[in-house]
């Protein structure tokens, strides 16, 4: 679980996840998101998001945090968009 918090490594997170019980997960997991929420390196946590997939919150860390993502970062900004722009468009 370290290397989730200190990477946000999903690889991680989901082989801790797979030893919780069904009640524990759903804890685990709201934890996992509100870590990934307050995580310093947006782009990281951006990228994270999308993977996971949490949408919704990768919609909501862009329009909270646009000034802290750097737009020149192609490689993570462009698949974002690609993947919210039809389901969120502002």
């Known amino acids: 679980m370290n290397v989730f918090r200190e990477?946000?490594?999903l690889p991680h997170w989901k082989?801790?996840?797979?030893?919780?019980s069904d009640?524990?997960?759903i804890d685990a997991e709201e934890q996992a998101l509100d870590h990934i929420r307050?995580?310093?390196n947006r782009s990281v946590a951006l990228?994270?998001?999308l993977e996971w997939p949490?949408?919704?919150?990768a919609a909501r860390l862009v329009r909270h945090h646009t000034a802290e993502l750097d737009g020149r970062d192609?490689?993570?900004?462009?698949?974002a968009?690609?993947?919210l722009s039809e389901s969120y468009p502002n």
């Open 74 to 79: 192609y490689g993570t900004l462009r698949p």
């Open 47 to 49: 990228s994270t998001l």
């Open 23 to 25: 009640y524990e997960a």
């Open 15 to 20: 082989a801790y996840q797979r030893h919780l």
């Open 54 to 57: 949490a949408l919704d919150e």
């Open 38 to 40: 307050n995580f310093p």
């Open 7 to 9: 990477r946000l490594s």
């Open 81 to 83: 968009a690609e993947r």
